[in-house]
């Protein structure tokens, strides 16, 4: 079985939200709604002040509260992990953005544009049925599964992969199957010590944050 | 690193003041025909009492009707029944309405009492709807499903008690029926207070705990002296249970008003580790 995850390297990322924008322009996603985002996160006081950069959005959980509370069925779970919204079925009773522990989820009521008058690029990507329902990241599944069709890897061939791990230009942000231990995906899990964002919940969701390397242990 | 790091909870911007109604008006509605159907009114005073709690469950879902995204997809709602609790909400719903219009057409005690069977189903589902939004700390505690259950029962007792006493002295039944949703919803509010303090944010404890004392103080222990008062002086008896029924009703509406409007804090962002850089 496939179950295609996404893993963010924290050491890496530096917050230059490159992700959001390619995200941005690859979904066609109207002002204030970012599938794909950054936050960014200051702790501590001087001189003894850390900064984390950390990409979020839907984390496409095993167990996703938002397809359990749908009302009507609009939130699917793929077999290969991935968390859908059928935009046809979906009455915008934003049930699922309250049940998201994640903040992933957005509801525009009406169409709306950078600077005012729609640009030709988002006159393009335009879509009315999006209006008024439930939307959030669908780990550009569409080219996912037009990359399949082709015969290609996601996470390795970019037309098979996320916009936003295909923009990042510091590589935080991987993509692949883990369920395959050979995958890329696996192998930063393997050689990594990570965590997922509030695991306690028991969404099993599937994105995981890189922290630190695995300690070496030491024969004795 | 043994805290937690992160983006503190702002609060949901998804449901406003429509959802809010939609468990004020249907948890006061649900309790009025509960009680309505077993205090052994009957004729045009049950048929009255029977519209005006299925008036206001209706009012509630119009409420939510004006604020959902796809008004004309609004029958979508029902294909869900396996996990969705709002799905069973409006099967709940329909049950209701359409046991409770026979009963009044037909001014059937038996079928109101079914009906009332099914209210019970219908305030059991707004309590498990709210718990199951894992995304609001202050909703998610198990407690909450008992206590949205038991201020139904008691705004609706209130209502009914307020009713009565406008024209004549409400049935010593009743008042005892009142008297025990009350002390039950109170007891619901401390459980889910010891519940919900281990889970929400400061700002929502503290909007809660705010709203909680109203209901205490003036959702219980004022209408108890109030009904007391009523039993020891019968000459202000009606005024007192008037007002005993209304606190009842309008702390319990103020409650859950806040509940969904301005307790409700999402669970923000937490990094249980910093990223250590130079290892990679």
């Given at each position: 079985?496939t179950r295609w995850a996404m893993?963010?390297?924290?050491?890496?990322?530096?917050?230059?939200?490159?992700?959001?924008?390619?995200c941005?322009?690859a979904n066609?996603?109207?002002?204030?709604?970012?599938w794909r985002?950054?936050?960014?996160?200051?702790?501590?006081?001087?001189?003894?002040?850390?900064?984390?950069?950390?990409?979020?959005g839907c984390?496409h959980?095993?167990?996703?509260?938002?397809?359990?509370?749908?009302?009507?069925?609009?939130t699917k779970k793929r077999a290969d992990g991935i968390v859908t919204i059928d935009y046809?079925?979906?009455?915008?009773?934003?049930?699922?953005?309250?049940?998201?522990?994640?903040?992933?989820?957005?509801?525009?009521?009406?169409?709306?544009?950078?600077?005012?008058?729609?640009?030709?690029?988002?006159?393009?990507?335009?879509?009315?049925?999006?209006?008024?329902?439930?939307t959030k990241c669908t780990f550009c599944a569409d080219r996912i599964d037009a990359g399949l069709a082709?015969?290609?890897?996601p996470g390795?061939?970019?037309e098979a992969t996320p916009a936003c791990v295909?923009?990042?230009?510091?590589?935080?942000?991987?993509f692949?199957d883990?369920?395959?231990?050979?995958?890329?995906?696996?192998?930063?899990?393997?050689?990594?010590?990570?965590?997922?964002?509030?695991?306690?919940?028991?969404?099993?969701?599937g994105?995981?944050?890189?922290?630190?390397?695995?300690?070496?242990?030491?024969?004795? | 690193?043994?805290?937690?790091?992160?983006?503190?909870?702002?609060?949901?911007?998804?449901?406003?003041?429509?959802?809010?109604?939609?468990?004020?008006?249907?948890?006061?509605?649900?309790?009025?025909?509960?009680?309505?159907?077993?205090?052994?009114?009957?004729?045009?005073?049950?048929?009255?009492?029977?519209?005006?709690?299925?008036?206001?469950?209706?009012?509630?879902?119009?409420?939510?009707?004006?604020?959902?995204?796809?008004?004309?997809?609004?029958?979508?709602?029902?294909?869900?029944?396996?996990?969705?609790?709002?799905?069973?909400?409006?099967?709940?719903?329909?049950?209701?309405?359409?046991?409770?219009?026979?009963?009044?057409?037909?001014?059937?005690?038996?079928?109101?009492?079914?009906?009332?069977?099914?209210?019970?189903?219908?305030?059991?589902?707004?309590?498990?709807?709210?718990?199951?939004?894992?995304?609001?700390?202050?909703?998610?505690?198990?407690?909450?499903?008992?206590?949205?259950?038991?201020?139904?029962?008691?705004?609706?007792?209130?209502?009914?008690?307020?009713?009565?006493?406008?024209?004549?002295?409400?049935?010593?039944?009743?008042?005892?029926?009142?008297?025990?949703?009350?002390?039950?919803?109170?007891?619901?509010?401390?459980?889910?207070?010891?519940?919900?303090?281990?889970?929400?944010?400061?700002?929502?404890?503290?909007?809660?705990?705010?709203?909680?004392?109203?209901?205490?103080?003036?959702?219980?222990?004022?209408?108890?002296?109030?009904?007391?008062?009523?039993?020891?002086?019968?000459?202000?008896?009606?005024?007192?249970?008037?007002?005993?029924?209304?606190?009842?009703?309008?702390?319990?509406?103020?409650?859950?008003?806040?509940?969904?409007?301005?307790?409700?804090?999402?669970?923000?962002?937490?990094?249980?580790?910093?990223?250590?850089?130079?290892?990679?």
């Open positions: 079985m893993v963010a390297d924290l050491r890496r990322c530096v917050g230059c939200q490159t992700c959001t924008a390619s941005r322009q066609a996603t109207p002002p204030g709604v970012q985002r950054v936050l960014d996160m200051e702790v501590g006081e001087y001189p003894a002040v850390k900064r984390a950069f950390v990409p979020v984390m959980c095993d167990d996703p509260p938002c397809m359990h509370v749908c009302p009507s069925t609009a046809d079925l979906c009455i915008g009773c934003s049930y699922c953005a309250v049940a998201c522990p994640y903040q992933a989820r957005y509801k525009t009521d009406r169409a709306s544009f950078a600077y005012g008058k729609a640009t030709a690029s988002e006159e393009q990507g335009f879509d009315p049925k999006r209006l008024a329902v439930a082709k015969g290609l890897k390795i061939d970019p295909n923009s990042c230009i510091t590589q935080t942000l991987s692949g883990v369920e395959d231990p050979q995958s890329n995906v696996s192998q930063l899990l393997a050689e990594n010590q990570t965590f997922r964002m509030h695991e306690e919940l028991g969404t099993g969701p994105f995981y944050y890189i922290w630190d390397k695995k300690v070496e242990e030491t024969p004795s | 690193m043994k805290d937690n790091f992160g983006v503190n909870p702002w609060h949901q911007t998804n449901w406003d003041f429509r959802a809010a109604f939609n468990f004020m008006f249907g948890g006061a509605g649900s309790g009025l025909l509960l009680i309505a159907a077993f205090s052994g009114i009957a004729g045009n005073a049950l048929r009255a009492e029977l519209l005006l709690g299925m008036a206001l469950i209706g009012a509630g879902l119009i409420s939510v009707w004006f604020e959902i995204g796809r008004p004309l997809r609004a029958l979508n709602v029902g294909f869900n029944p396996h996990t969705s609790w709002m799905t069973r909400e409006s099967y709940a719903a329909g049950l209701v309405f359409a046991l409770g219009l026979a009963a009044v057409w037909l001014a059937s005690q038996p079928l109101a009492q079914a009906a009332a069977l099914a209210v019970l189903m219908f305030a059991y589902c707004q309590g498990r709807l709210l718990q199951a939004a894992k995304g609001i700390p202050a909703w998610r505690v198990p407690a909450l499903t008992w206590l949205v259950f038991t201020t139904a029962l008691a705004e609706g007792a209130g209502l009914f008690v307020a009713l009565a006493a406008l024209f004549d002295t409400p049935a010593r039944g009743a008042l005892a029926y009142f008297s025990l949703a009350l002390i039950a919803r109170a007891l619901a509010w401390s459980i889910y207070r010891s519940g919900v303090s281990k889970t929400a944010v400061r700002a929502a404890l503290a909007v809660l705990e705010r709203s909680g004392k109203i209901l205490i103080q003036f959702g219980t222990i004022a209408p108890l002296a109030l009904l007391l008062l009523g039993l020891l002086a019968p000459d202000v008896a009606r005024i007192a249970l008037l007002l005993a029924g209304l606190a009842a009703l309008a702390t319990g509406w103020q409650f859950k008003f806040v509940l969904i409007t301005r307790a409700a804090y999402n669970q923000g962002f937490a990094l249980p580790h910093l990223p250590v850089r130079g290892t990679q």
